[in-house]
């Protein structure tokens, strides 16, 4: 008996949580707070974009291996031209963008997803307050 409710401890374990695999590119959002511009950007791993101020480099992608669609993480370092030190340098998730996110009184970085081979995002459709598409 004791062995068998071992065992099923051992099975709940996180050392059986659900695995992650690296993607060799994401997809970031920003936000000008000032202006209102807003983008999206596609960076391969290791690879920066600027915009205004910011500096944005992609260090890392990875995304659930069983569900490609669900939580993208992201390592990300975030330099302003301002400053001599990141700004930001630290994990962000697509589901919790305010677990981790960069502090900046102008700019707003989030992770959308990341890109995955053979996996291809479904399209959203705009609607409006009446339920008619856009």
């Known amino acids: ?3 068998l409710a071992l ?3 051992l099975a709940a374990s996180p050392a059986t949580a659900e695995g992650f695999s690296d993607a060799e590119a994401g997809v970031l959002r920003f936000l000008d707070k000032l202006t209102g511009q807003t983008g999206d950007m596609e960076l391969v791993r290791g690879q920066s974009a600027s915009n205004g101020r910011l500096t944005i480099q ?3 992608c990875r ?3 069983d569900d490609p669609a669900s939580d993208a993480q992201a390592h990300l370092t975030v330099m302003d031209s301002t400053r001599p030190d990141p700004v930001f340098s630290g994990w962000m ?3 919790s ?3 981790s996110a960069l502090d900046h009184p102008r700019y707003d970085v989030w992770v959308l997803r990341c890109v995955v081979p053979g996996y291809e995002p479904p399209d959203v459709t705009d609607t409006t307050d009446d339920g008619e598409t856009e």
């Open 1 to 3: 008996m004791k062995r």
């Open 7 to 9: 065992l099923m401890m």
């Open 58 to 60: 992609l260090d890392e």
């Open 63 to 65: 995304y659930p291996t």
């Open 93 to 95: 998730m697509a589901s």
């Open 97 to 99: 963008p305010a677990l």
